[in-house]
């Protein structure tokens, strides 16, 4: 079956402009996780949504980050005022069920902040 | 504080030379122990899920352990495409991320 799929692949943005990017969890999976990979710093989490709980957001690293789930399905990241240290790669990953469950990603979206 | 680390950084390897990847942990409560691989420009592929000390589990030329304190990834008879970096992550009893460990790149040459 489709994999967990994100959209832009790359975005090119000037600084202090808004950003949205766009993840499709795989058909079935409640869980949908957001990361981010910057060069030396590794994975570090970004938010969770599962089901209709209220998500867990407390990896955003600030107010500018912020992300929502339409449907329990497809989830927008949004970063407002993007910043030179946003850029990074954004990756999605989704899971059957919640916490502890074999996570899934998807192939990230590779944002540079000029 | 919940920590993951890997070793070692990077491994050069000849074709057909094995070799074991390392990652130790020091957590609160581990749920689970997830090895990814990476590819460069790709998402995380998932490998293996390990959720108790004694399990084991294989895939072509990968076996992944679990121990109390750490887990090894072996390499038998590698194979030049199984370059690639190689991410460990733990999930925890508490909490809903995955907390992943800084990866080892590995490079074989034929």
């Known amino acids: 079956g489709a994999g967990v799929s994100q959209s832009p692949s790359n975005k090119v943005t000037e600084k202090g402009k808004d950003v949205e990017l766009r993840c499709d969890p795989i058909?079935?999976?409640?869980?949908l996780y957001w990361y981010r990979q910057s060069l030396g710093q590794g994975l570090e989490f970004l938010i969770y949504?599962?089901?209709?709980?209220?998500?867990?957001k407390s990896g955003l690293p600030s107010d500018r980050f912020s992300a929502e789930r339409t449907g329990g399905s497809v989830s927008t990241l949004t970063i407002q005022r993007t910043q030179q240290e946003d850029s990074a790669v954004y990756l999605c990953?989704?899971?059957?069920?919640?916490?502890?469950?074999?996570?899934?990603f998807g192939p990230g979206t590779r944002l540079l902040v000029l | 504080e919940d920590q993951v680390t890997q070793s070692p950084e990077a491994l050069r390897l000849q074709e057909g030379e094995s070799s074991s990847l390392n990652c130790s942990y020091t957590v609160s409560g581990l749920r689970g122990l997830f090895w990814y691989r990476q590819d460069p420009g790709k998402g995380p592929e998932f490998l293996f899920t390990l959720y108790s000390a004694g399990e084991e589990k294989e895939k072509e030329r990968l076996k992944a352990t679990l121990t109390k304190k750490e887990s090894f990834l072996h390499i038998t008879a590698p194979k030049p495409e199984d370059s690639a970096t190689y991410l460990c992550a733990v999930g925890l009893n508490a909490g809903n991320m995955l907390t992943f460990g800084g990866g080892t790149r590995l490079m074989v040459k034929p």
């Open positions: 058909s079935g999976h409640t869980a």
């Open positions: 949504f599962q089901g209709n709980s209220a998500p867990d």
């Open positions: 990953a989704s899971s059957l069920g919640g916490a502890g469950e074999t996570q899934y």
